[in-house]
């Protein structure tokens, strides 16, 4: 008896296995090309997809350059009681989210923790928000003008950075009375001055073909985004996946997409929410301004005081003013002078903190105004005076 | 001269050594007292939670502050306390004793003399291990949502997701939580099977098998390592909470059998070349 | 009877490292013997056993069992042969009667519906019934033995292979485990005893093999290895003389003890070979001359053969 050939389907099967591995990924890319689009043409198709149905996970990817922490017991990476380490959290951590859509006026998304899950839950005009953490939800009525079929979904895939100039993002009414491609035509004109265009159509996200749409800002080094990337499903216009860039760093800076999307309508059931016996129930009234991902931000968003804007396009600058940041205690984001973690985040600078991310600057001032920029810290140094 | 028939004689039940290993198993004192072990997490945290009534929100393991209100959640807790360390320690004692237990007792020998076939009674160890890990976990389960039941008011279930079960749906869920738990344990059971057929020391492969297991979800707590992390076969093991979600989420239970089942393979066939090939001289 | 052999082994060799374990090893068993297996600790008896039966490959050489290749016939053939290897092994925390069902539903062949009856048919056999359902970690060594000789008997067996049987048993345990295999015998089962008792195998044995350091010394019936061991021994004054007659009737010398040359001492003793008969011997010396104080014709006891054959004494006393 060869004891070689016993060995055989040892050795054989890690090698197979490993081999499907390497090659799953390769079948699974073999999706058909699309016809050529222009992107004005891609952005139109973005805007017919707004009544779309479907479900999916999302995947968001955060490489900021900001130090990472371990992970420590089960359920504590996510949702702790700090405001600060949630915060962290959110610009360290990985995150998946399950995205059931039906049409505009039907979503929910539940942020999948560990063991945890933060879900958001709107069915016409009735918002609610739940954190199996907390035990807390609250409920949201939207106005009536808010609610009525804005095509803003209260949230998404899709982030609501004004830069990218997505169509998901703040739509005012105006938007609405136009034509799909006569808001591509806006778009389009709104960032050409600042930013190259291009499109390709050979990637395939979520195993589904898909346009990408490339934004590449025309300022060169005075903004800290190398390029945006918006990946739209050819077939539906569905916006799949945004990955942004920074310049001098090779992995993505931040994405967001869709690892895995399903286009049948999600059952009624999962729209319809009716709190748990022994959940804390707050009620609010929305405002008319588009409420945010946030579950806390949209009841203290009025209570704020305005940001003042300099620049335009990708090296914009938002200085907010003092006390907007350290309103009440339940504000997601603290004084910088309340939390140790912060300092350590942070460097010192003339007048202030900084904060330097891969993508993102924030400049905190000692009398407590906040810069914040895509930009190189210099730039919002130079800002204040 | 008596001639025994070499072919297989009437009556022979092929699964005969399954039923043998698995009474042999479960009669042994070390094993039922591993159960108990595992049968007292839920029953010390429910009484934990009884005499001091704690249910301070967002503190301790998941769910915990759920049961002064739930009864039932008793079962998840324990098995959120019991998964890093408790159900890999006794999986990893069955699963590291699988043939070294045997070959150090000197049974071995007369298994393969009976013969039992080097490849059938592998296979029977292993399932050996692996029903082991279902008992484990239902012990679990099942002691934790009966303790509580007891002791605490029971009723409709909240989920993760914010909305509530019945009874039915509720016994379904938690059935397949077991079938998770269970499955997430059979890659590492294969891991153990295997350590276990390169020595005669069973003390020496449940250590390191246990270990292995502690090193792994420690790799999987450090972000810089998360290129690996989708390939540790402890990584989803927590998932079971994504059956606690609404609608449930099958994604990590496909991909966790997706995992287990590569782990199965890599590491049987390693076992099966080892101990195929292996002089048994204990 | 068939006409091959239970056992036939061709150039078995076991190397572990650089010790050749088993060497070179031609080995055949007949069918319906009881054949020794002799040789002192560490001479590669249990080696040769643990290849026999699959437990240990060989390097090289070729096995056949019961006339099938071993170990590619592995699962057709073992089912007829019951093994006691090395000393028992046992379950501590299962009772005896336990541990051999366990034993018994490891053969897939076993037929479960009869597991029970020949459980305890095994066991009152050897003589364990009243022990059976106690505990196995309260045996007693010879307990443990009997079981292990027990688990070989579970089937009616063509080849029982017994790795030092009597060993951990008092004289009455010892006498029934040689009944035991007497009876065996008798029923036509080829039994491979394995031993470092001498005094057992003679009792027992109508075949010896003898093994000393992996190599194969003698090989035969007891008949033919008891009979080229007669000697004789001629004690005179006269040794030279008697020397030179023993010789010129081609007897091969003993080895003279040292310091002496052949003759020098008091006595000459040399190999009684065959045709040659003690009186020829006899009238030969006393036709030369030789003065004979004494001349004795011995069979030399196998103890003195196989120390002669393996150069290290054995344990008669057992």
């Known amino acids: 008896m060869n004891k070689n050939v016993k060995w055989l389907p040892a050795i054989l099967a890690p090698v197979l296995v490993i081999g499907a591995v390497v090659a799953a990924p390769a079948v699974a890319r073999a999706a058909s090309t699309p016809p050529d689009k222009t992107a004005q043409q891609v952005l139109a198709l973005i805007a017919t997809a707004k009544d779309a149905a479907y479900s999916g996970t999302v995947e968001q990817h955060s490489d900021l350059g900001l130090p990472q922490l371990p992970t420590a017991g089960p359920g504590s990476s996510a949702g702790g009681s700090d405001a600060t380490a949630q915060i962290l959290d959110l610009l360290t951590a990985d995150h998946t989210a399950r995205v059931f859509v039906d049409g505009a006026s039907k979503q929910r998304v539940q942020v999948l923790d560990k063991l945890a899950e933060r879900d958001v839950i709107r069915n016409g005009s009735e918002v609610w928000t739940y954190d199996s953490k907390t035990k807390k939800a609250n409920r949201i009525t939207l106005s009536a003008r808010s609610s009525a079929g804005s095509g803003t979904p209260i949230i998404g895939p899709v982030p609501n950075d004004p830069d990218t100039s997505t169509p998901g993002g703040s739509a005012t009414p105006e938007l609405q009375t136009l034509s799909p491609a006569q808001l591509a035509d806006r778009a389009i004109q709104a960032i050409t001055p600042s930013t190259y265009v291009a499109v390709t159509s050979t990637a395939s996200v979520a195993g589904r073909a898909v346009y990408e749409l490339e934004l590449t800002p025309k300022t060169g080094s005075a903004t800290l985004v190398s390029h945006v990337v918006l990946s739209v499903d050819a077939a539906t216009g569905l916006p799949l996946r945004v990955v942004v860039d920074a310049r001098g760093q090779k992995a993505d800076a931040f994405s967001v997409g869709f690892s895995s999307i399903d286009f049948s309508t999600p059952a009624a059931s999962l729209f319809r929410f009716t709190p748990p016996t022994g959940a804390t129930v707050t009620t609010h009234t929305a405002p008319a301004t588009s409420p945010t991902k946030k579950p806390h931000a949209a009841p203290n968003a009025a209570a704020h005081p305005k940001p003042t804007v300099t620049g335009t396009g990708w090296d914009t600058i938002v200085e907010l003013p003092a006390g907007a940041t350290a309103t009440k205690g339940s504000s997601p984001t603290p004084s910088a002078t309340q939390s140790k973690l912060l300092d350590e985040l942070t460097t010192a600078v003339p007048g202030g903190r900084a904060l330097q991310t891969s993508l993102l600057s924030v400049l905190l001032l000692d009398d407590g105004r906040v810069l914040v920029g895509s930009v190189p810290i210099a730039s919002l140094e130079s800002a204040v005076q | ?282 | ?318």
């Open chain 2, 1 to 282: 001269m008596s001639r025994a028939e070499p072919a297989r004689a009437p009556g022979a039940r092929p699964f005969a050594l399954l039923g043998s290993e698995l009474a042999t198993l479960f009669r042994r004192r070390r094993t039922i007292a591993m159960l108990g072990a595992l049968a007292l997490v839920p029953i010390l945290i429910a009484i934990a939670v009884r005499v001091t009534s704690a249910g301070s929100s967002g503190r301790g393991p998941a769910f915990l502050s759920d049961i002064t209100q739930n009864g039932l959640f008793v079962g998840f807790t324990a098995l959120t306390v019991s998964i890093p360390l408790f159900l890999p320690l006794t999986i990893g004692v069955v699963a590291g004793d699988t043939i070294a237990g045997e070959a150090s007792l000197g049974t071995l020998r007369y298994l393969l003399v009976a013969p039992a076939g080097r490849l059938r009674l592998l296979g029977v160890k292993y399932l050996g291990a692996a029903v082991f890990a279902i008992a484990a976990s239902a012990v679990i389960v099942v002691v934790g949502i009966g303790i509580g039941a007891l002791l605490f008011p029971i009723g409709p279930v909240t989920l993760l997701s914010g909305d509530t079960i019945g009874a039915g749906d509720f016994a379904l869920r938690a059935l397949l939580m077991i079938g998770y738990v269970s499955m997430s344990l059979l890659g590492f059971a294969a891991i153990g099977t295997f350590i276990s057929t390169l020595t005669t020391v069973p003390v020496g492969a449940m250590a390191a098998t246990v270990v292995l297991a502690a090193a792994s979800q420690i790799m999987d707590a450090l972000p810089q390592l998360s290129a690996v992390h989708p390939w540790l076969f402890t990584h989803d093991w927590f998932a079971f909470g994504d059956l606690l979600r609404n609608p449930i989420s099958w994604d990590s239970y496909a991909q966790n059998a997706v995992l287990q089942l590569g782990y199965i393979v890599v590491f049987g066939s390693l076992a099966i070349g080892r101990f195929t090939t292996t002089d048994v001289l204990s």
């Open chain 3, 1 to 318: 009877m068939t006409t091959d052999a239970a056992i036939e082994t061709s150039g078995l060799t076991k190397i572990f490292g650089r010790q050749r374990a088993v060497d070179d090893l031609d080995l055949t068993v007949p069918r319906g013997s009881v054949f020794g297996f002799l040789g002192p600790n560490g001479s590669g008896k249990t080696t040769t056993i643990r290849m026999l039966l699959g437990l240990a490959g060989a390097s090289s050489g070729e096995i056949r069992m019961l006339g099938a290749p071993m170990p590619g016939a592995l699962r057709s053939v073992l089912p007829r042969v019951g093994a006691l290897v090395e000393g028992p092994a046992i379950y501590p925390f299962l009772s005896g009667r336990a541990n051999l069902l366990r034993l018994d539903a490891a053969d897939l062949h076993a037929p479960s519906a009869t597991r029970r009856a020949r459980v305890d048919a095994a066991l009152d056999r050897v003589g364990l019934s009243h022990a059976a359902q106690k505990k196995a970690h309260a045996y007693s060594l010879g307990m443990k033995q009997r079981l292990g000789i027990a688990n070989a008997l579970l089937r009616p067996r063509d080849l029982l292979i017994l790795d030092e049987p009597s060993n951990g048993l008092d004289p009455q345990g010892t006498r029934e485990v040689r009944s035991l295999i007497r009876s065996l015998a008798a029923e036509g089962t080829t039994v491979f005893v394995s031993s470092h008792l001498l005094s057992e195998i003679e009792q027992l044995c109508s075949h010896v093999a003898v093994m000393s350091a992996g190599r194969l010394v003698a090989h035969g019936t007891l008949e033919e290895l008891r009979r080229g061991e007669v000697r004789v021994t001629v004690r005179t004054p006269d040794a030279a003389n008697a020397a030179r007659v023993l010789t010129e009737l081609n007897l091969p010398l003993d080895e003279p003890a040292s310091g002496d040359t052949a003759g020098s001492g008091d006595s000459v003793s040399a190999v009684l070979v065959d045709g040659v008969l003690p009186e020829t011997v006899t009238a030969a010396l006393v036709a030369a001359g030789v003065r004979v104080r004494g001349l004795s014709v011995a069979g030399e006891t196998l103890e003195e053969r196989f120390v002669a054959l393996t150069g290290e004494g054995f344990d008669v006393a057992g």
